[in-house]
Every structure is written in C-alpha cells, then in structure tokens.
C-alpha cells in the first residue's frame, strides 16, 4: 500500500504571497490531519478533516485553512504569508472512523518564506 | 488540557549502549492514547508503537522496549545495544480518545538521539 504523499516537497514563497500544499492519504483513510513543525514551537497540530468535513482545528490564525475532497485527498492554504509561518508542514492520515486512531505522516511540504 | 514533556533534549551513546528515552505526560481523560514517532533526517514521522490507557503491559520488538506506568504517567522507549541507524529525533505523543476530537495528537518537544560508532 502506497504511504502518504505530499506535494510539493520544497516552497521558497516571499511575505505577503499565498501558498497552497497537497496531502494524498493513504488508500482507504478518511481522516487527514495538519501539522506545523518549527525549531520553536515544535510540532503543532493544525487541523483534522474527515469525510471533507473540518473535525478539529488547532490555535491557528485564520490565514490558515485546509479542505478536503470527496477521494480523502487534503490541501491546505496559507495565506498572506509572513517569515514565522517558514516551517515544515506535514500531513497524517488514519482510519478514524470513531475517535482516534494511529497517524501515518507523509514526507512534509518544507515551506520557505523570505 | 493535555501535556508532553521530554526531558531529555538531546542524548548522545555510543554504539551498543543501551538507552532509554523519557516521556511524562498530562491528561485529565481516564482513557487517552500514547505513541512513539521517530523521525529521521528525511524529515518523515515514521510510527512506532500505540498504547491505549488501559493497557500497561511492556512492550518488546526487536531492540525496542516500552514502559508504561500510569502510576507515574510515564511511556518510556528503551533501544537495546544501539545502533547507528537509530540516531533520529523520537517524538512521544498523547491522543485523547473523545469521539470530538478526532485524530489529534499533542507531542513531546522530541529527543534528539545520536549514536555513535
């Protein structure tokens, strides 16, 4: 079975752009969720969709949105880019059908603002 | 609100040695989820083990060992005779278990662990 993808793997954005980055779940799990990883703040959670529905959210600006798609495939945008925002962002995915469930985390979108 | 703390920034052993990485945390839930990630300079979390609260029973798998004591809301990793390959950042993790809140995982601030031939 295919493991999570994200695209792409390497951004270099400059403030005030918008990026977008693509997380593709491994075949058959619903959820998908949002991680931030910095040398700071270490690995922060974003936000969980599950059946293209938003389940959770993290303590994130509102420049920071994701969505889902009917085939489980996630994007999440950044808008308005600021230098703190720079930061590996991966993504994990589980069955989650009830509650919890072990995340398996793809290779993360390394996100460079200058 | 839940916690994970690593104590330990930064380890460093020499081949064989065996090491044991610490993780506390802090939940009000009677019934959570505990996990172990390792990531590798490549950057990707790669999964370890799960433990649910209700189950304290040790852990072996190969040359990796858990420790669970609720008692002391502990979830200890040890790596018997390490090895090189073994040096990455191991992340201790805690998911609450409430139907609400999903897949969320609140980590530890990691362990940077390097072995050394």
């Known amino acids: 079975k295919a493991g999570v993808t994200q695209t792409p793997r390497y951004l270099i954005k400059t403030r005030g752009q918008q990026v977008t980055l693509s997380c593709s779940p491994i075949s058959g799990h619903r959820s998908v969720s949002w991680y931030q990883q910095t040398p700071g703040q270490g690995l922060q959670f974003l936000f969980e969709?599950?059946?293209?529905?938003?389940?959770n959210k993290g303590n994130f600006p509102g420049r920071f949105s994701g969505r889902q798609f009917s085939n489980s495939r996630s994007e999440m945008n950044v808008s308005t880019l600021e230098l703190g925002d720079s930061a590996l962002y991966l993504c994990?995915?589980?069955?989650?059908?009830?509650?919890?469930?072990?995340?398996?985390f793809g290779p993360g979108t390394r996100l460079t603002v200058l | 609100a839940q916690k994970v703390t690593q104590a330990q920034t930064e380890i460093s052993v020499v081949e064989k040695e065996d090491v044991t990485l610490d993780c506390v945390y802090e939940t009000r839930d009677t019934t959570y989820y505990l996990f172990w990630y390792k990531q590798p300079p490549s950057g990707e979390l790669v999964f370890l083990i799960r433990?649910?609260?209700?189950?304290?029973q040790n852990e072996i798998s190969g040359r990796y060992s858990w420790n669970f004591q609720k008692s002391t809301s502990s979830f200890n990793f040890t790596i018997t005779a390490s090895q090189v390959v073994d040096s990455a950042v191991y992340f201790c993790a805690l998911s609450e278990t409430r139907e609400t809140s999903g897949s969320r995982l609140t980590f530890g601030e990691g362990t940077q662990l390097t072995v050394n031939p």
């Open positions: 969709y599950f059946s293209e529905t938003q389940r």
């Open positions: 433990r649910n609260s209700f189950d304290e």
């Open positions: 994990a995915s589980s069955l989650a059908v009830l509650g919890p469930d072990t995340q398996y």
